[in-house]
C-alpha cells in the first residue's frame, strides 16, 4: 500500500548544527533546487550555504511605509484644509508640523501590518496547515533538536537512490522517506457547517440590532438624550396654557420688522417705488435670490417653464407685453403677498431682496425683447458680442 | 583580577540540552497548575473585579464619582495612562532595542517583557476612554466620513494619543504573534492533547521550521525592531506632548518628551524586573531567567533613575533660569507646597533609592532588588501625580486655585487596572510559553555552527 503512494521527498536529520550546514553547502552545490532546510530555530550561516538571495521584503516595508506616510498626509490635508477647515489656535489650515506625529505614527503602522502579511501570505504561502511535512516523525524532531534536510521528488534531479545514497553520504542519524498524504476533502454543504454559519449571521445581526436599536436608548445610555427638562413645544403642567415656551407679550414686535400696509390693495404700484438702483451688486444680489425662489417654478429666464414636471400649474411667462408694463410696485407687491396659486414670499426674502429681484426680471425681460438696433448699440458700447 | 572581555559568558545556565531547555519552557503549559496559581489568580481576580464593580457604577451615575473637579479635570485616569504606557515601553525597548543591539540576554526576558507590553498598553488605553464618561462613544475619536460631516483635529496632541496608543499596541501585538509563530509550531509538534494540537495548529499557520521560512522571517523580525524603536520613543513624546503643548506652567516644558521616555523606561524595567523575580521562583527558570539578567536589568534601572533625576534638576534650573514668577512658584509649590510629600516620594524613590544599585552585592541580592522595583514603581506613578494633578492645583490664577482629593472610586479603578495586568500576567503564564523557546535554543550552548565560509566545503 505504501509504495503505491506518492514519494514527496527524501529527508534526512543531523544531530549537529555544523553537519547540517555542511550538507546544505553540498546540495546546493549539487544544483538541487526543490529541497529545504527544517531546524528549530535560526541557525547563522545557513543563508550562504543554501545560496539564498537576500530577503527582498524590505521593499515591501518601505514602499508600503511611505504609503502609510501619503495617507496620514492627504487625510489630514482633506479633512482638516478642505472639507472641514477649522482656524485652531491661529494655526494655517494646513499645519505641517502638527500633522508630523499622525503621519510618523501611520508609516509605521502601515510598514509593520503590510510586511507582517505579505511575509505570511505571499513568502511564506501561510496558512498552509495541510502541508506534508506536518505530522510526520520528521517534523516532530526537527521541531525539538534535530537538523533536518529534504530533496523533493518534485526536483528535476531527483532520483530516489541517487538522493537517498547523497544523504547518506553526509553520515546523518536517520533517513525517512516521506509520501504524500490520502488527500482529505471536505465538502462545502456539510450541513453542521451551513448551520454554523447560519447561527453565526443571525447572532451577528441580532446583536447589532440590539445594540444600536435597544440598547443604546436604555438607561444610563440615554441620559444625554432624555433629560429632565421642560423644552420648547412640549406640554407642561407648569403654566396654564399647558405650553413648554412663553409667548411673547402682546404688542411685541420682532427687530427690524415694518407693517405691510398694502394687503388687499390690487394695485399700490402709486404708493410703491423701486428704492434700488440697477447697480452691478443689486442685480447679483437679485439674479441669486431670483435663481433660489423663483426659479423653480419660472424657469431660469422667467419663461414659465417650471422644472416641478407638472406638481404645479406653469406660471404664464414674464416676457409677455401684459406684465413687462407692469410697474416695479407691482411686481413688488406680487412677490409679497402672491398671486393666484404663488404664496407670499415675505418670510423667505427681505425687502431689499424682493426689490432686487424686481430689477433683476426687468434685466430678464430686457434681454429677451431687445430690438436690433438696441443690440447693436450695446455691442458698440461694451465692445462684446451679447446676443451670443 | 583579569577579565577577558572578549568571551560572554553563557545565557542559559547549567549546559541544558536543547530538549531540556524545551522541558522547562514548556512544563507550565504541560502540567496542571499548582495551588499557588490558583492563590495569585484570586487575589488579581478580586483586584480587577473590584474596579470593573467601581467602573460600572461610575458609568451608571457618571463620571462625578471620582474626584475629578475644577481646577483638576485630568487627575487619577491620566495619571494612571501615563503610568501604565510607561511601563509598556521596558517591554519594546527589550524585545526591539536590545535585539538591534544583538544582545543575547534580552531572550530569556523578551517574550515576558513583550506580553508586559501589550497588558499594559490595555491597560493604559482603558483611562482615556474612561476619561471621556462615555466610553461607548469612543468611536468618535477615529477620523471616519460620518453624517456630522465632521472630522478629527489633526493638530491636537489627543488625536495623536489617539494614533500614537492604537498604533503602539497593534505593532506590539503583531511583533509579539510573530515571535509566536515558531514556538506555536514547536507545541503543536509536541502535544499530545487533540484540542490543545487544534489550537496551536491555528495559531501556527502551519509553520515548519523551514530556513527558507527563516530567512524572511528574521529580515521581517528586524524590520520590526526597526520600526518599534522609534514608534517606542514616538509614543511616549506624544502623551508628554499632552502636556508640553499646552500653557499650563509645570507642564509648557521641552524637556517633556526625552524626560518622559527616560521614566518609562525606568518605570518599564522595574515593572519587569518586579513580575520576573517571581516568575522565575514559581516556575523554576532560574536557570534561564538568571540573576545576570536580573543584574543587569538593575544597571538600566540605575542608568534611567540618573537621567530621571537630571531631568528634575534640569527642569528646577530652568524655573529659576527663566525668570517666569508663575514657573518658579509652581516648584517651589511641588517642593514645599501642600503635596511636598508626593513630590518627595518622587524623588527620593526615583531618584535617591535606585543609587543603592552602585553596590553589586545590592544588584545581586533579590529580596533588597525587588523592595526597591517596587519603590520605583511607586516613585514613578507619585512622579505623574506631581506634574499633573499638583501643576493643576495651583496655576496662574490664585482665586481659581484649588486642591484634589480622590474618591475611594479612583482609588478602586486604579487597583483594578493592576488587578487586570497581573490576571492578564498569570494567565499568559499558563496559556504561554513566557520564553521564546526557539531563541532560547538558538542562543544556549553549541547550537550555532562554528564559523566557515561556504567556499570551504566547494
Redesign the interface.
Known sequence: MSNERKIYGIAALFTK??D???A???V??LGYSKW?????????????????K??K??FI?LFMGLIGAATALS??YF??SI??P?V??G?PFF?FP??I??T???T??F???S??IA??TI??K??????V??DTPY??K????RYGIVIESADPKFEQSKVEELLRSFGPESIETIYHKEEVKFPIFEPKFISFLILTAIAVSAGTYITLNKL?FM???N??MYQDKIIPQSRTELFEDERGMRLPVEGTVAKGFIPYTYMGIDEPQEYLSNPLLPSIDNLKLGEKKYLTYCSPCHGNFGDGDSRLKGQFPNPPTIHSQRIRSFEDGRLYHIITIGKNIMPSYAAQISREERWAIVNYIRVLQKAKNSTASELEMIIKETGKNVAN | MSVDYTIEPPVVHGRLSLAQIEEMVAKPLDTKPGKKFYIALSISGTFLMTGVVLLLITFYYGVGMWGNNQPVGWAFPIVNLVFWIGIGHAGTLISAILFLLRQKWRTGIARFAEAMTIFAVMCAALFPLIHVGRPWLAGYLMPYPNQHGMWVNFSSPLVWDVFAISTYFIVSLIFWYIGLIPDFATLRDRTTSKIKKTIYSLFSLGWRHSHRHWQHYEKTYTLLAGFATPLVLSVHTIISFDFAVSLVPGWHSTIFPPYFVAGAIFSGFAMVATVLILVRKIFDLQQIITLDHLEKMNKIILVTSMMVGLAYGTELFIAWYSGVTVEKFVFLNRAFGPYAWAYWIMISCNVLFPQLFWIRKIRRSIPIMMVIVILVNVGMWFERFVIIVVSLTRDFLPSSWGMYTPTLYDLGILLGSFGLFFTLVILFTKALPVISISEIKAVSDGAQPSYHRSEDYE
Not at chain 1, 126 to 131: A, G, V
Open positions: 548544527p555544523d547540517i550546514i555542511k546544505a553547502s553540498k546546493a552545490n529545504d532546510v527544517n531546524t528549530p530555530y535560526l541557525l547563522h550561516g545557513m543563508d550562504n550555504a543554501m545560496k539564498l537576500p530577503s521584503i524590505g516595508a487625510l489630514a479633512t482638516n472639507d472641514f477649522l485652531i489656535g494655526k499645519a502638527a500633522y506625529p499622525v510618523f505614527e501611520l509605521v503602522l510598514a509593520t501590518v510586511t507582517v511575509m505570511l513568502f511564506f501561510f496558512p498552509s496547515n495541510n502541508h511535512l506536518h517534523m516532530k526537527v521541531s525539538l533538536d443604546m438607561v444610563p445610555f441620559w444625554m
